[in-house]
């Protein structure tokens, strides 16, 4: 039985593979998840009405089993219509779940352009993809090592 609050079986079996700087994201309900992934990663859809689950609580989950280096958001060009309302209210959401994890990382805004290429890459293992539908509601982490 497992002691973490993860407890997706697909979700651990690709973590239990994953090893430093692999990249993991936490993609919200409009997220193109099938177009814009590594060549290496898999798919888990937990999609399974709009809102439910969200991408604060996947994240949740994901801290409780494994160490991370780095946590980005899909950061908002300065072009699009969004980026004059400022910080997305759902980014306090993931420092939250970051604090909570006792994580002293602050999040990165990677631009969105760029931010796809973040998860195209080889190290890319896993999508999870949630029903969230909060506006740049996605999380990519970066995993660490475990130390003694």
Same mark, same amino acid.
């Given at each position: 039985?497992?002691?973490?609050?993860? !407890?997706?079986?697909? @979700?651990?079996?690709? $973590?239990?593979?994953?090893?430093?700087?692999?990249? !993991?994201? !936490?993609? #919200?309900?409009?997220?193109?998840? =099938?177009?814009?992934?590594?060549?290496? *990663?898999? +798919?888990?859809?937990?999609?399974?009405?709009?809102?439910?689950?969200?991408?604060?609580?996947? +994240?949740?989950?994901? $801290?409780?089993?494994?160490?991370?280096?780095?946590?980005?958001?899909?950061? @908002?060009?300065? #072009?699009?219509?969004?980026?004059?309302?400022?910080?997305?209210?759902? =980014?306090?959401?993931?420092?939250?779940?970051?604090?909570?994890?006792?994580?002293? +990382?602050?999040?990165?805004?990677? $631009?969105? =352009?760029?931010?796809?290429? *973040?998860?195209?890459?080889?190290?890319? !293992? $896993?999508? @999870?993809?949630?029903?969230?539908?909060? +506006? =740049?509601?996605?999380?990519?982490?970066?995993?660490?090592?475990?130390?003694?």
């Amino acid at each position: 039985m497992l002691k973490h609050q993860l !407890i997706h079986p697909k @979700i651990n079996e690709v $973590l239990g593979r994953a090893g430093h700087h692999s990249v !993991i994201l !936490i993609a #919200d309900g409009n997220y193109p998840v =099938w177009g814009k992934k590594g060549p290496n *990663a898999e +798919l888990v859809s937990l999609n399974l009405s709009p809102g439910i689950p969200t991408v604060a609580q996947v +994240l949740r989950a994901v $801290l409780s089993a494994v160490p991370v280096d780095a946590v980005n958001t899909m950061g @908002i060009p300065a #072009d699009d219509s969004y980026a004059q309302k400022g910080e997305p209210p759902v =980014w306090a959401e993931f420092r939250q779940e970051v604090k909570a994890a006792g994580l002293k +990382l602050e999040l990165q805004p990677i $631009l969105k =352009w760029d931010f796809y290429k *973040a998860v195209e890459s080889a190290d890319h !293992i $896993l999508t @999870i993809q949630t029903g969230d539908q909060a +506006l =740049w509601g996605n999380v990519l982490l970066t995993v660490g090592c475990r130390t003694a």
